[in-house]
Structure formats: C-alpha cells, structure tokens
C-alpha cells in the first residue's frame, strides 16, 4: 500500500507504492501570490529535479531495450501485499469490486510521470510543460497534441478535466480524500488545463493530481463509470487489455501505434509484447507453478522459501537465476493492526502488552532463518524514522502538546522489546500481565475477565494461510496470558469486506511509504479516516495531535521541515501502540527464468524493481530455455 506520488495501488485492494538533484526550478521556491511562472519540464515537492530540460531519458533504463516476448508473472504473495488470485471487475478506480494488478498504471496515462531515481519528482507526459501560479495555488498545464486514446481518438483538456472532476467527486473514497483539496478544473486558453487548489493544501496533492489516470470523456459519457463492469476500458497508456478469464489470468498487450513511445519518460520502457498475471490460490501452488515455468519470474517474500525451496533442477541447471535487487523505498509499517473500535483494544496498556507477548527473536531464527530486522517505526527503512532522544526542532513541534500525549515521546524513541529468543519470555510475559491487570484484566482460572465478567478474546483475521505459522506462536503466548485467541483465515473476497466495514479485531498489513509522503497517509491515521468505509486507517486512530502533526508535515516548506515533523509524528504514533510492528528487510529477493535483460541500474524507488516497465527479453537467451517468447 503505497503513499505517494504512486497515487494508487499496484492491485486494487491495495488502493490506490534519494537520488542526488541537480537545482531546476521548482512552483515551491521564490513564489510570490499573483507572479506569473515560467514554464517547466518536471516539478518536485521541494524544488530539486534530477533531469534538465530535454533530457533523452531515464539513468535506470536501456534506451537499446529490444522490444518484444513476454513477461509472465504473477501477483506478489507475501510482506502482507495484496494477493490478488481473482477479479471480477475492470474498473479499478471505484471502491465497487476486485481489479487486476497494475490495470491502471498500465492502461491509462498521466498529465506527468513518476522518475524513479527521485524522491518525488515528475516529467510531463501528457503535458508537455506547466506553469505555476497564484502562489503556487494554479497550475496551467499545455498539453501534447499529439496525445491519443487507444482507439486513435485525441485526448484533449475536455478530457483530462472530465477525468480529474470524476475521480474528486465519484471516485474511490481514498481518491477523493486526497484530492478534495481541488477546488476548480478548467479548459484554459489554447486548449490548456488549469487546475487551482484551495488555500493551505499539501505540497503534494498538485502532484498526486498530476499522477492521476486520464479518462476519455466520451467513452464514459456512454458508459456509466460507478459501475463495475467486466468490458476493458478505453485508455491512452502503453498497453491495453488483452485476454482474460476471472481466476486464472489476464493479459495486457502492447500498444503498437502507443502515441507516447518516444517521450523522454518513456525510452527504454514498456518492452514487452505482452505482460501476463497469473493468477494462484495460495503461495504453495503459486511457487510449483514457478518451478514448472508456468510462469517466469517470481519475487520471493517468504524467508523460509528463500532458503530451501530454491533448489529444483532448473536453478541447479541454470535455468533460473536467484538474485537480489536493492530496494531504496522505505519499508513503512508492517504488523499485525489493532482495531480499537473494539472495546477491548481501547487500553493502551492493553494494546502493549499485546506487543510485548511476540517474540520476534525466536519467529525470525526458527521461521524467516534469520533474514528479517525488526520493525520500530512508522517510517521504517527511511530518513523520516525517529531515533534516539527528540531535536530542538522536533521538540518544538511536540511541546504544544505536552499533557496531551504521553512523557515517553519526548524521551527516547520507543523500540520494541527484544526477547530472549526463547519463544516464551518469561520477562515480558510479566509485563504484559501487569499491564493487563492494571488495565483492569484479571485472571478467572486462568481466563482474563473484565469487571463485567466478559472474557479478554481475540480473532486474527487473515487472506494468506502462509501467515498461520506465524500467528500461532503468538497465539500460544497469549493464552499463557489468559486471552483467548483464536485465525480465521478466508478469502479474499470476503477479507476485503471485512476490512472495507472494519469487521476484524486483529490483521496484518503493510504500508508501504513514498520516500516523500503525501496525501496518501491521511487514509493511515487522519481522524476522519477511522469511520470511513474502505479506509486504511485499520487501526481506528483518531487522535487531534496526529492530525495536527500531519498537517504539519504535508504542508512543510523543505525536505528538513518535512523531515522533522515526520520524526514527530512517528514518535506520537509508536507511543500508541497501534500495530504489533513485524519485519523487514531492504532487498528484492528475486528468482527468474533465464530470459531476460535488465539494466544495470535498479531504480531505487519503483516498488516493482522496474520489472513491467525497464526489463526486456533477451531473445537468444529466450530460445535457449524456451520460454518468454
């Protein structure tokens, strides 16, 4: 689950995933309200750009890439992504049914798109260039006229303001939220799109609009877009829907005549024929069907397959490669959510004691062989985490506050506790028995009860069956605790539900954060996120002092107020013990049949190793195994 300028998920349940800069020109730096801007080429939150103006393209891709073969590979089963095995709708972008994996990033351009050796920079694509004006409240965007929908249609401002009104106003809530902060879209002189935002938005929601997927007005003038509908959409973007079947997989195809083939953001990339998902009902099946070569390439989230699985006679005999890609984005927060909308979570000493009955230590040498780190922060892996005692200028961020939030925020930065390893340490097991006890939690033979007499229990509700070796141990700690605990693992169908209505105690789930967040963390912990439908704000946080800290962050004026507010805000939110924090690690762990070409450079923020969009196939090497053609 991705926030950032990603803008929305790489599958449908996800929703809607730093390099050195050389200084251009930024709608962030010496404005004044009223002054009219030059045009641009790219715009970052904080005015750094990588790439000048008629750059020939990105440093991580092969301009040389052949084009051609197939990709085929199936959605990520793991680091509690979402596992998509079926889909019964083609219009990712409302709330209404299941979508296939990257439909939209694949079918649909953007006024402006991502570079992924940036933080948070964007190059136009549809818009050839932008002014910023107004104080950096308008942004006057010209368009290519050479841009065109699939069915050779030109894609026009009509188009494009169309699009951005129907995703602010019918899109899905997580879309609307984070652009709400739109207050007019507007066709401007000689065909240009004119987008205003209201007084005191983010720095990061002209981007995100900016990121948005561009619809054809007249296709949806016919065709009713809150409906969910198995015909494939009209788009503009590399590829278009190809095959299908509901369950099994689906099939993106080249664009032959893509009208955007020789931009600068899009030399060397989309080089396949087609990009096939494949879709599998578990991780089991879904990895013998790797070995098989049903499908090619595979990134391995589960620690104990890395180690004993990847020896079968095609890896022996060179026929797939195991490596590993680096992974610049930041880990985020991974763990096993808290709904405190249930009565029994509202404790926080309840919710830390609950922390302190996993052992992380035994789990990760007994069942990952040692390849995981522990997760502390919200901002895990990144320069956003807090550590250590606060600064002067994160202090003065939090001293407002003092009586509102706990002591322990302006002390050292909490951490999880570290075990003996022995899967039932008796130390913080006691802990954890005084805190429930003090919470009011007391002990009927052996059974925690309440002063009503209701007994403490606790249902982990899941869509992975990988995830019950996990679970269980945790389960047996807190029995040793008097709470009754019990998984339920169904499927993802009815999980979604689940989540969308916040029908669960506990689940696991990651967030995955942009190496600059924008919008997207409100639906993670703003207030008015904790009752609304199909929100990530798993764990029900509504909390003033974290609304203020966000606000604070996403209106920062610098990488380092950013920065600084951030580590605030990470503070706040571990000191309410949220989440049980899992694991993670900084790598791609990646195994694939031997018929592909990759640059050189991975781009260290595409969540995706730039697998769809910079790999290749080599066509001798293809030959030679007899796959990827």
């Given at each position: 689950?991705?926030?950032?300028l990603?803008?929305?998920?790489q599958?449908?349940r996800?929703?809607?995933?730093?390099?050195?800069?050389?200084?251009?020109a930024?709608?962030?730096?010496s404005l004044?309200?009223?002054?009219?801007e030059?045009?641009r080429?790219?715009?970052?939150?904080?005015?750094?750009?990588?790439?000048?103006?008629e750059f020939?393209?990105?440093?991580?891709v092969?301009?040389e890439?052949p084009?051609?073969?197939?990709l085929?590979?199936t959605?990520a089963?793991?680091a509690?992504?979402e596992?998509?095995t079926t889909f019964?709708?083609?219009?990712?972008?409302?709330?209404?049914g299941?979508?296939?994996?990257?439909m939209?990033?694949?079918?649909?351009?953007?006024?402006?798109?991502?570079?992924y050796?940036?933080?948070?920079?964007v190059?136009g694509?549809?818009?050839?260039?932008?002014?910023?004006?107004?104080g950096?409240r308008?942004y006057?965007?010209?368009l290519?006229?050479e841009?065109?929908f699939?069915?050779?249609s030109a894609l026009?401002?009509?188009?494009?303001?169309?699009s951005?009104k129907?995703?602010?106003?019918?899109?899905?809530?997580d879309?609307?939220?984070?652009i709400?902060?739109?207050a007019?879209a507007?066709?401007?002189?000689?065909?240009?799109?004119?987008?205003?935002f209201?007084?005191?938005?983010?720095?990061?929601?002209?981007?995100?609009?900016?990121?948005?997927?561009?619809?054809?007005k007249?296709?949806?003038?016919?065709?009713?877009?809150?409906?969910?509908?198995?015909?494939p959409?009209l788009g503009?973007?590399?590829?278009?829907?190809?095959?299908?079947?509901a369950?099994?997989?689906?099939?993106?195809?080249r664009v032959?005549?893509y009208?955007g083939e020789?931009?600068?953001?899009?030399?060397g990339?989309?080089?396949?024929d087609v990009?096939?998902?494949e879709?599998?009902s578990?991780?089991?099946v879904?990895?013998?069907?790797?070995?098989?070569?049903?499908y090619l390439v595979?990134?391995e989230?589960?620690?104990?397959?890395?180690?004993t699985?990847?020896?079968?006679p095609a890896?022996?005999d060179?026929r797939?490669?195991?490596f590993?890609?680096p992974?610049?984005?930041?880990s985020g927060a991974q763990?096993?959510?808290?709904n405190?909308r249930r009565?029994?979570f509202?404790?926080v000493?309840?919710?830390?004691?609950?922390?302190l009955?996993?052992d992380?230590?035994?789990?990760?040498k007994?069942?990952?062989y040692?390849?995981y780190t522990?997760?502390a922060?919200?901002?895990?892996?990144?320069?956003l985490k807090?550590?250590?005692?606060?600064?002067?200028?994160e202090?003065a961020l939090l001293?407002p506050?003092?009586?509102r939030?706990p002591?322990?925020?302006?002390?050292e930065?909490?951490l999880p506790?570290?075990?003996?390893g022995?899967?039932?340490d008796?130390?913080?097991l006691?802990?954890?028995?005084?805190?429930l006890?003090?919470a009011g939690?007391?002990?009927?033979k052996g059974?925690?009860?309440?002063?009503k007499?209701?007994?403490?229990?606790?249902?982990?509700?899941?869509d992975?069956?990988?995830l019950?070796?996990?679970?269980q141990?945790?389960?047996?700690?807190l029995?040793?605790?008097?709470?009754?605990?019990?998984?339920r693992?169904i499927?993802?169908?009815?999980?979604?539900?689940?989540?969308?209505?916040?029908?669960?105690d506990?689940?696991?789930?990651?967030?995955s954060m942009?190496?600059?967040?924008d919008?997207?963390l409100?639906?993670?912990?703003?207030?008015?996120?904790?009752q609304?439908r199909?929100s990530?704000n798993?764990?029900?946080?509504a909390?003033?002092?974290?609304d203020?800290?966000?606000a604070?962050?996403?209106t920062a004026?610098?990488r380092?107020?950013?920065?600084?507010?951030?580590?605030a805000l990470?503070r706040?939110?571990?000191?309410?013990?949220y989440?049980v924090?899992?694991?993670?690690?900084?790598?791609?762990h990646?195994?694939?049949?031997d018929?592909?070409?990759?640059?050189?450079?991975v781009?260290?923020?595409?969540?995706?190793a730039?697998?769809n969009?910079?790999?290749w196939?080599?066509q001798?090497?293809?030959k030679?195994v007899?796959k990827g053609l």
């Open positions: 689950m991705t926030a950032g990603s803008g929305f998920p599958t449908r996800a929703l809607l995933k730093a390099a050195a800069a050389l200084p251009f930024s709608p962030f730096t004044t309200a009223g002054a009219e030059s045009e080429h790219g715009l970052s939150y904080f005015g750094d750009l990588k790439y000048p103006p020939p393209q990105f440093d991580y092969n301009r890439a084009k051609g073969g197939r085929v590979r959605a089963f793991g509690f992504n596992n998509l019964d709708t083609l219009n990712s972008l409302i709330l209404k299941e979508a296939p994996a990257n939209h990033m694949l079918v649909f351009d953007t006024l402006m798109a991502r570079a050796d940036e933080p948070d920079a190059y694509l549809i818009a050839r260039s932008v002014r910023v004006t107004d950096g308008r006057v965007f010209s290519r006229p841009a065109r699939h069915d050779g026009t401002a009509e188009d494009v303001v169309f951005v129907l995703l602010r106003d019918k899109g899905h809530p879309i609307v939220e984070s709400k902060g739109l007019a507007e066709v401007g002189a000689d065909g240009e799109v004119v987008l205003t209201a007084a005191g938005v983010s720095r990061g929601m002209p981007l995100y609009a900016a990121t948005l997927p561009i619809l054809s007249a296709y949806y003038t016919s065709h009713d877009f809150e409906k969910s509908t198995m015909e959409p503009s973007g590399a590829y278009r829907v190809g095959r299908f079947e369950g099994v997989y689906i099939e993106y195809d032959a005549d009208w020789d931009l600068a953001v899009n030399r990339q989309n080089n396949f990009i096939r998902y879709m599998y578990n991780r089991t879904s990895l013998e069907a790797f070995k098989a070569g049903r595979r990134e989230f589960t620690a104990r397959d890395w180690a699985q990847y020896d079968f890896v022996l060179g797939v490669k195991k590993e890609l992974d610049g984005l930041p763990g096993w959510f808290l405190t009565p029994q509202q404790d000493r309840v919710r830390e004691a609950l922390g009955a996993f992380f230590e035994w789990t990760n007994n069942l990952f040692g390849n522990r997760t922060s919200f901002f895990e892996n990144s320069q807090a550590t250590g005692k606060p600064s002067a200028a202090l001293a506050f003092r009586g939030i002591d322990e925020v302006f002390g930065a909490w506790p570290v075990s003996d022995s899967g039932h008796r130390t913080l006691r802990r954890a028995s005084e805190l006890n003090a939690w007391i002990s009927d059974v925690l009860k309440n002063a007499g209701e007994p403490l229990t606790i249902e982990f509700v899941e992975d069956p990988g019950e070796r996990v679970v141990p945790y389960i047996l700690n029995r040793l605790l008097g709470i009754t605990s019990t998984i693992t499927d993802a169908a009815q999980y979604q539900a689940r989540l969308d209505d916040f029908d669960f506990v689940t696991s789930r990651r967030f942009s190496p600059t967040p919008e997207g409100n639906v993670f912990w703003r207030s008015d996120f904790a609304s199909g990530r798993y764990a029900g946080i909390d003033p002092v974290i203020a800290l966000l604070k962050m996403l004026a610098s380092e107020e950013l920065t600084v507010a951030a580590r990470d706040v939110l571990r000191s309410g013990r989440w924090p899992h694991y993670y690690k900084s790598a791609h990646m195994a694939a049949w018929v592909f070409g990759r640059p050189e450079t781009p260290p923020f595409d969540g995706d730039g697998m969009t910079t790999w196939v080599d001798a090497r293809a030679k007899g």
